[in-house]
């Protein structure tokens, strides 16, 4: 015992990170993230999909098809790939070697959140009821420290981050759902963002649409400045469930151009500015061929997912290849070390950081 732990330093003597964002997207496939548009997908939304340009006949393959697998990704996630991917580093190419996965065994979002944010794959854990979680995350782990007490918060698009985050008993702001914002000041933007979210019409009942928690979540960071943040965006799991390529594609497509917005916001403000770490993944993945609509416990596949790291404590090692696997159990730790606290220590069910991301 003691062996292992003396090998496994948790926290690097010397951190620039200050504060940490943790942007999650549901059930986006790796399999999109690395190799872009997938041409047997794609061709179902249009009979010339992947012919000469100009036949190209619907805007999802206009805006996603291209020639080579490393033109399709740049196409679909620009932001990741010209900037996170060059400055920071992603796991979870299976093409390269690298191999980043769920260990909860089920495959879908409340047990894979859980898993990420509390460390832990809990059997009690077993179902996307809106309950508490019977765990506590590192987001209220570190809110119950004194250095980042009232500087936590969590915005979320799906309902059920109230129980995953606990949100009667955590201490911090969990905004979910079509939850309006009213924990600090009114603004005009703030006010119209709730209105939006009172009054859009409701495709799905426990989860409005990416832009109202993300331009939400950005009216927050501006006004608050919280030291760890948590952003969920759902768009991409609710499309692929409906069944819709086209729709998921361009939450995907969506979702990298929020990434480089809130970026470059926080490269503006003197709190945020070269002492931010990015962090963003997804709860699951999906199935392969005709099952990419789904994911679950009967879909191995869907264990399947991926991890980028972008900040000033991260080596820029780019996309990674032939490297040792890494599970979403190990981002809470990763969370706390990024800030200098050992997680892993406190909770040691938990997995431990990602030492690749830890230290220059
Ligand atoms: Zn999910």
Redesign the pocket.
């Known amino acids: 015992m003691l062996f292992s732990l003396v090998g496994v330093a948790q926290v690097p003597a010397a951190h620039k990170t200050e504060n940490v964002v943790v942007v999650m997207m ?2 986006m496939r790796w399999e999109e993230i690395f190799r872009g548009a997938d041409p047997e997908l794609i061709k179902t939304l249009g009979p010339e999909a992947l012919g000469d340009a100009k036949e190209r006949t619907t805007d999802a393959q206009h805006l996603y098809w291209r020639d080579t697998q490393a033109e399709r990704r740049q196409a679909l996630m620009p932001f990741l790939w010209s900037v996170v991917a060059s400055q920071g580093q992603i796991f979870g190419n299976r093409d390269l070697g690298s191999d980043s996965h769920v260990i909860n065994g089920l495959n ?2 409340y047990p ?2 859980s898993e990420t944010l509390t460390g832990i794959a809990d059997p009690r854990v077993h179902s996307n009821d809106n309950v508490p979680n019977p765990n506590a995350t590192v987001f209220e782990w570190l809110n119950n420290k004194p250095a980042f007490s009232g500087k936590v918060a969590a915005f979320g698009a799906w309902a059920v981050f109230q129980g995953i985050f606990r949100e009667k008993q955590c201490g911090f702001l969990v905004n979910a759902g079509y939850d309006p914002l009213t924990a600090i000041p009114a603004t005009p933007q703030i006010e119209l963002l709730n209105d939006l979210k009172a009054e859009t019409p409701r495709i799905w009942s426990d989860e409005p649409f990416d832009p109202l928690p993300f331009h939400t979540a950005i009216e927050y960071v501006k006004a608050v400045k919280p030291r760890v943040l948590f952003l969920g965006l759902g768009d991409t ?1 609710d499309w692929a469930h409906d069944g819709s390529y086209a729709e998921y594609l361009n939450a995907a497509h969506r979702d990298d151009v929020y990434l480089r917005q809130l970026w470059d916001l926080l490269q503006s403000m003197p709190e945020y500015q070269g002492k931010t770490t990015l962090i963003v993944l ?3 993945g999906r199935g392969l061929g005709a099952e990419w609509t789904s ?1 679950g416990e009967k879909i191995p596949a869907s264990r399947e997912t991926w991890m980028a790291f972008l900040g000033p404590d991260t080596a820029a090692k780019g996309e990674r290849k032939q490297v040792g696997p890494v599970t979403e159990s190990q981002i809470a730790a990763t969370v706390a070390a990024l800030l200098g606290e050992d997680y892993h220590a406190a909770v040691p069910k938990a997995g431990t950081a990602v030492k690749e991301v830890l230290g220059k």
Request: without cysteine; negative net charge; hydrophobic residues 10%.
């Open positions: 549901d059930g879908f979002s894979g959140y799991d997804p709860d699951h994911h």
